[in-house]
């Protein structure tokens, strides 16, 4: 907080606190941060992982009063359910994704995925929120062979790497697909390469008269 403070110019001498505001404070200034839809951009364009803490955090507050982990990931949990996606075997300790405790499979996120490209209230939103394919936020270098046809977000902790969300087919075709890879016995560089070489496969796909377009 005091760094906050200081990189916004104001010099904070003493020792700094927690405390309770008291009734009598009088509220100095008012600061309306961005908007959700902006909020959840910037998350996943970057991966910016203390903002998706922040965002399950401020689910708590928003459904239980309460600010936590546990309040979060329950109201995650129940927001998922209401949507009809299986949370059956799903495990979330955190917001940002980066403990190892966290379990999800590729076939639920496909769920997930496929859900939010069709809704009507949030899913303009979120499908342009993504990384787009050799063009921006943490696609920006990556996914050469997919110019522009993939949106996706990223994954990557030591021996984890993953790639999750929207490719554009060669006739067309509007597909979903999630793929995780755990424990490889390469470098992070080699994985990534591989997972990027198969959602460039994917774009050069033709799926024209298949029953089902979504992968």
Known sequence: RRAQLGANGIVVEGEVRLGVVPDSMVSLLEF????????????????????????VKALGVHDAGVGSWSTGITAVREQLEGLGIDVAGLSIVDGSGLSYQ????????????????????????FVDALPVA??????????????????????LLTQ????????????GQSLVFSVL??????????????????????????????PDSDQ
């Open 102 to 125: 966290n379990r999800v499979t590729p076939r639920t996120l496909v769920s997930a995925l496929r859900v939010e490209k069709d809704s009507f209230g949030f899913g303009p939103e």
């Open 32 to 55: 309306e941060g961005k908007s959700l839809a902006d909020a959840v951009q910037l998350f996943l364009k970057y991966s910016n992982n203390t903002m998706g803490e922040m965002l």
């Open 134 to 155: 050799a063009a921006d936020g943490t696609l920006e270098k990556r996914t050469g062979g997919a110019v522009d046809r993939v949106r996706a977000k990223t994954g």
């Open 181 to 210: 890879v755990n424990g490889f016995s390469g470098g992070d560089e080699a994985a990534m390469d591989a997972v990027d070489y198969f959602a460039s496969e994917l774009t050069k796909s033709r799926i024209s008269g298949a």
């Open 160 to 171: 984890i790497t993953s790639l999750s969300g929207y490719a554009m087919s060669a006739d």
